[in-house]
């Protein structure tokens, strides 16, 4: 709450500006459908392993979500090798939240060149263990 004004409420913080940005200015095409789709799976693998803002969402919620992005992701231009990497992340955000990093690792491998350094500082976040409340 922010000092001095008891009844406000604290400003909401999005967890990925960077990448938004990038895939707002990336032309239409194959790097945009990486960097969209790098920032969905960043954002549910954030709400998978959860937060000090929040706690990891329940497994029937991750399963429900994992199974519209994989939906989702079959509609997007992707070569081959990064698809099977997006499918990894969304399949692990369904599973144990523990089991997201290694995934997730390996899509920062396959994408990371396609993505500006602070877009991958975002994504290296999340590797990391979460902070306590």
Known sequence: MPPGLPYALTPLQFPFPALAALAGRLPLGG?????????QVARMAQDAQGSAAAPPLGAAEREVRAAAARVWLASLALPAPVRAAFMRCVEATAGPPEGVAGPLRALLHAVGAQLDPAAVRELERLLRPPEPA
């Open 31 to 39: 790097g945009r459908e990486v960097a969209l789709a790098t920032l």
